[in-house]
């Protein structure tokens, strides 16, 4: 089992940063991928960023290529994702997502997944 906690979520002005954490707890976390998805009022949840288990992929929908950067923290079981120049458009509730080996790091399906993180851009 691995339970995800997500933080780091708030209101940013257009061309801001934020970073998001998920803190999981649980052995397992290691050794799976681990991923961030985000859902706007009104739309499905999309893919935004993925990493492999011990790090050395990362995978980034459009959107968030070069400007996202998904990592994390092997020792403090923490999976980051820092946004940097923020537009409205990326204005949604952030989730944290883990453990996609019964299909692939982009789509999952994923078999745990955090409360989410509020992100909202406006000036």
């Given at each position: 089992q691995v339970q995800l906690v997500e933080s780091?979520?708030?209101?940013?002005?257009?061309?801001?940063?934020l970073r998001?954490?998920?803190a999981a707890s649980g052995r397992t976390f290691s050794s799976v991928g681990a991923?961030?998805?985000?859902?706007?009022?009104?739309?499905?949840?999309?893919?935004?960023?993925?990493?492999s288990s011990r790090g050395g992929n990362t995978y980034y929908a459009d959107s968030a290529k070069?400007?996202?950067?998904?990592s994390r923290d092997m020792g403090k079981n923490t999976v980051y994702l820092q946004m940097?120049?923020?537009?409205?458009?990326?204005?949604a509730a952030y989730y944290c997502?883990?453990?996609?080996?019964?299909?692939t790091l982009r789509t999952g399906p994923y078999d745990y997944w955090g409360q989410g993180t509020q992100v909202?851009?406006?000036s």
């Open positions: 780091g979520g708030g209101l940013v002005q257009p061309g801001g940063s998001l954490s998920c991923a961030w998805f985000r859902q706007a009022p009104g739309k499905e949840r999309e893919f935004v960023a993925a990493i070069g400007r996202f950067t998904i940097n120049s923020l537009k409205p458009e990326d204005t997502a883990a453990d996609a080996r019964r299909g909202t851009v406006s």
